[in-house]
């Protein structure tokens, strides 16, 4: 026969732990790019999993959102996002949510380094693929790339710890060691990344998308500008041959795309001249989301960097 007074100190102990995981549950968060998604998985790992808006390789300045992606942010107590510069496709959404989420546009964070958009010169045709790359802020147009500098992603660290421990204050603790064990890992890939970036400093090269000015800023590299060509529209026979003069003009050794263009346009761009042609991700397609993913990302810019510049 049970006992009363001992099965209701045992359900009054059940209901107490079952509330008190209730109170412990992490918030419901969606973060918007990979990279961005990467960092807030880090931060929470062990706790909760954030849910990533856009799937792995889509670009943010083309992206057109889904209703059901519309209900998860109506849901959501925390979205972080790079901004209104990037994720354009977002403003809209954002400015109408009638719920209570926080709303962190990272590129404002404290410590973010901006870099204003590069334009005129070799950067002249840089926007004229249709896509919104920068953003005025305060009277300044400037590059929305921002996490591609190691200094900038660590910034956003510390603040996406700080915005989870003020919303979930049970988790705090766990918030902030995560991000403390975060920014040791990007210390470390920043040197790493230096160190393996050295030998190609010097060497010139172009790109088909103006994406990569923080960190060629960070690693003193030399870009020799943008061919501005767009993954949606094949190139004339006319454009094809300025773009060629312009490689053997500015001496690039490489030319670099990115994985929605083609390999054929990349091919034609480079053919008679003595540069070759590789491929920057700078949104990392190529792994999985997760808290690893953009070290992985960063790794993998290094590395073709160094590929296709390196001397024979």
Known sequence: MRHPLRSSVFAVAALAALSGRAAAEPPTVVASITPVYSLVAAVMDGVGQPTGLLPPGASPHSYALKPSQARMLSQADLVFWVGPGLEGFLNQALDGLTNTAHVMALHDAAGVVRLKARAGGVWNDADKD?????????????????????????????A????????????????????????????????????????????SYLVFHDAYQYFEHRFGLTPAGAVSVS????PG????????????????????????FQPRLVQVVVEGTEAKADILDPLGSAHAPGPDHYFLMMQDLAEALVRCLKRP
């Open 237 to 260: 026979a006319r454009r094809v041959a300025e773009l060629r003069a312009l490689v053997r003009d500015r001496n690039a050794v490489c030319v670099f795309s990115e994985p929605q």
């Open 160 to 203: 996406i710890a700080e915005r989870l421990a003020a919303t979930d204050p049970a988790n705090a603790d766990a918030y902030r060691r995560n991000a403390a064990a975060t920014l040791t890992r990007l210390a470390s890939l920043e040197k790493t990344l230096a160190e393996r970036l050295e030998p190609v400093k010097e060497i």
């Open 130 to 158: 249709g896509h919104d790359h920068d953003h005025d802020h305060e009277g300044e147009s400037f590059d929305a790339h921002v996490w591609l500098d190691p200094r900038n992603a660590r910034a956003w660290t510390t």
């Open 231 to 234: 993954p949606e529209h094949v």
